[in-house]
């Protein structure tokens, strides 16, 4: 008997912006993959001085890959073929955990609950990326009462606890009172 099993890979990009009070677009650090790899091994950690050319460079939008955990592709492979009746994913979570992110992990390290940058029911669509409707897309911009230094996110199924779907850590993105922070998370399955 031949036997044939069909991969499906996540791909994702998630891009952030971020505007001040008055509605100006703040610079945002763009990591390189030197960066992110140093990062992912330990070796520097996500508060580490941020040298442009070396390390990234200065941009209006902060695109992020992630990913995916043990837990989403279960997630994915149960809402495919609708077992266990999963939850589907529509909240993005924030955070300031430092440890690089893996796919044993089941949530953020340290996720913020305070200061308008809780976790988020996100505007949830369908894009048309290479086919039509291939792509997911979850969308939400936080207004913060808070500053806070962030450097994790994760998208999940539920707005308290639920499965973590997909999890990254990245240079810190330092978010003030009052500032608005515009989050797309794309999922395109290919």
């Known amino acids: 008997m031949l036997s044939s099993i069909a991969q499906v890979h996540s791909y994702q990009n998630v891009e952030w912006r971020l505007t001040d009070k008055d509605g100006k677009p703040k610079k945002l650090f763009q990591d390189n993959r030197l960066f992110t790899y140093l990062m992912k091994k330990g070796i520097v950690s996500p508060f580490f001085p941020k040298i442009p050319f070396l390390l990234g460079r200065w941009s209006d939008k902060k695109v992020v890959r992630n990913l995916v955990t043990n837990a989403g592709f279960a997630l994915n492979a149960g809402l ?6 999963p939850a589907a994913v529509t909240y993005i979570a924030l955070g300031t955990g430092t440890t690089a992110a893996a796919v044993t992990d089941t949530a953020l390290q340290t996720e913020i609950a305070t200061g308008g940058l809780a976790r988020a029911s996100a505007t949830v669509s369908l894009i048309t990326t290479s086919v039509a409707n291939d792509t997911a897309q979850l969308f939400h911009t ?18 308290a606890s639920g499965t973590l779907f997909a999890h990254q ?6 978010v003030n009172n009052g500032d608005n922070l515009q989050i797309t998370w794309k999922i395109q399955e290919h």
């Open 142 to 159: 936080f207004s913060a009462t808070a500053s806070f230094a962030l450097t994790e996110s994760g998208i999940l199924n539920a707005a």
């Open 80 to 85: 495919l073929c609708g077992s266990g009746s």
């Open 169 to 174: 850590v990245f240079s810190v993105v330092n």
